[in-house]
């Protein structure tokens, strides 16, 4: 089973600076291939949103809103995928949450799935 674990959440002050990271592991299973990553957030009673998506080939699409202050990368060998986000604001806060499709080995047998991570609190105080 894929597990996808988020890190670098935590309480800043507007104007201030995040950088969280998501690590993908196979477990039993080897990553094959990640084809893509991507950020979400959900705030309290509000539907989960896309942020930003990377591609393999390090393509990258961003909500029209955010674009500017932040920011998606990753790093293939790593299977790990970063969300730097600048100038953030109260309206940033939220859970944000990290999405793969990710193709799986076992035993000669290919898996593909999208899997989420159990999300990682960003809150940011006026």
Not at 66 to 95: C, H, W
Request: net charge negative; hydrophobic share 35%; charged share 15%.
């Amino acid at each position: 089973q894929v597990q996808l674990v988020e890190s670098g959440g935590g309480l800043v002050q507007a104007g201030g600076s995040l950088r969280l990271s998501c690590a993908a592991s196979g477990g039993i299973s080897t990553i094959s291939r990640i084809d893509d990553m991507a950020w979400y957030r959900q705030a309290p009673g509000y539907a989960r949103e896309l942020v930003a998506t990377i591609a393999n080939d390090g393509s990258t699409k961003y909500a029209e809103s955010l674009k500017g202050r932040f920011t998606i990368s990753s790093d293939n060998a790593k299977n790990t995928v970063y969300l730097q986000m600048i100038s953030l604001t109260p309206e940033d806060t939220a859970v944000y949450y990290c999405n793969a499709d990710v193709l799986t080995i076992l035993a000669g047998t290919l898996e593909a799935g999208r899997y989420w991570g159990q999300g990682t609190q960003v809150t940011v105080s006026s």
